[in-house]
C-alpha cells in the first residue's frame, strides 16, 4: 500500500476505498447524553471502532484526551459538572451499578426520578486501558460507574483481546444501550437501531480479516 492510498481514505469512516463502511451506516438518537473518549493514539486508527459508534448515534460526543487532560478541560469540567445532568461511567467492578442485575430499589436509588438526564461516559479501549483512564483522572474517578452482564464473546476476530469478556467499544456501547432500554433508563430513535451497529462491524471485521489475508506482492 502506498502514501497515497491513505490520503484518498474516506473522509467520514476513515477507512480506504473499497473498504468503506458509511453506506452500511444508519445514523441514530438515543434519550440520553453519551461522550465517547478516546485516547490520542487510538483516534487515528482505522480499524478501532469508536468510529462505528460517532457516526451511528448523532447526539454522541467525542472527546480526545487521556488522563488529567479531561480535568484540565473546562469544556468537559462544565459538562459533567452540569447540574440537569447525572454522569456516570461505563466501567465494570465491584463499585459499579449493574444494570443486569440490580433491582428495580437499587436502580431508583441510583437514578432517581428527579428530572435529571442521564449523562454516559464510554472509554474507547479495553476495560484495563479503562481502568487507567478513570485512575488517572480526579473528575472520571469521582463519577458513579455502571456495567452489565457480559454472556457473549467478543467477534473482535483479527484483534487479541486480553480475556474473552472483553468487548470493543462499538460492541460495548451497543450492549450497554440495550442494557438501558431494558431497564428502562433510555430510549432508542428509531427503536432497535442500535443492533445496526453491529452490522457495520460485522462489515468490519470480515473486510479487515480479508484485507490481512490478501496475498502480498
Ligand atoms: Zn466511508
Redesign the pocket.
Given at each position: 500500500m502506498t502514501d497515497d492510498t491513505f490520503r484518498i481514505s474516506?473522509p467520514?469512516?476513515?477507512?480506504i476505498p473499497g473498504l468503506?463502511?458509511?453506506s452500511l451506516l444508519i445514523p441514530f438518537e438515543i434519550e440520553v447524553r453519551m461522550a465517547l473518549l478516546v485516547h490520542p493514539r487510538e483516534y487515528s486508527k482505522t480499524t478501532g471502532t469508536a468510529r462505528i459508534v460517532a457516526k451511528s448515534i448523532r447526539n454522541c460526543a467525542i472527546i480526545r484526551g487521556y488522563g488529567q487532560d479531561f480535568d484540565r478541560d473546562s469544556r468537559f469540567r462544565t459538562m459533567v459538572q452540569d447540574p440537569t445532568l447525572r454522569w456516570v461511567v461505563l466501567y465494570p467492578g465491584s463499585d459499579s451499578l449493574n444494570l443486569t442485575e440490580a433491582s428495580d430499589k437499587c436502580l431508583l436509588q441510583a437514578f432517581p426520578q428527579d428530572g435529571k438526564k442521564l449523562g454516559i461516559l464510554l472509554i474507547d479501549g479495553t476495560w484495563s486501558s479503562a481502568k487507567r483512564m478513570i485512575r488517572t483522572s480526579v473528575l472520571l474517578s469521582s463519577l458513579p460507574k455502571i456495567s452489565f452482564s457480559v454472556n457473549f464473546l467478543s467477534q473482535f476476530r483479527f484483534k487479541k483481546q486480553p480475556r474473552p469478556n472483553c468487548l470493543s467499544t462499538v460492541e460495548a456501547t451497543t450492549h450497554l444501550i440495550e442494557s438501558l432500554a431494558l431497564r428502562g433508563l433510555c430510549s432508542v430513535d428509531p427503536p432497535g437501531a442500535h443492533w445496526k451497529m453491529l452490522h457495520v462491524f460485522d462489515a468490519l471485521v470480515e473486510t479487515q480479516l480479508k484485507f490481512m489475508q490478501r496475498p502480498r506482492a
Open positions: 474516506c467520514n469512516c476513515a477507512r468503506c463502511l458509511c
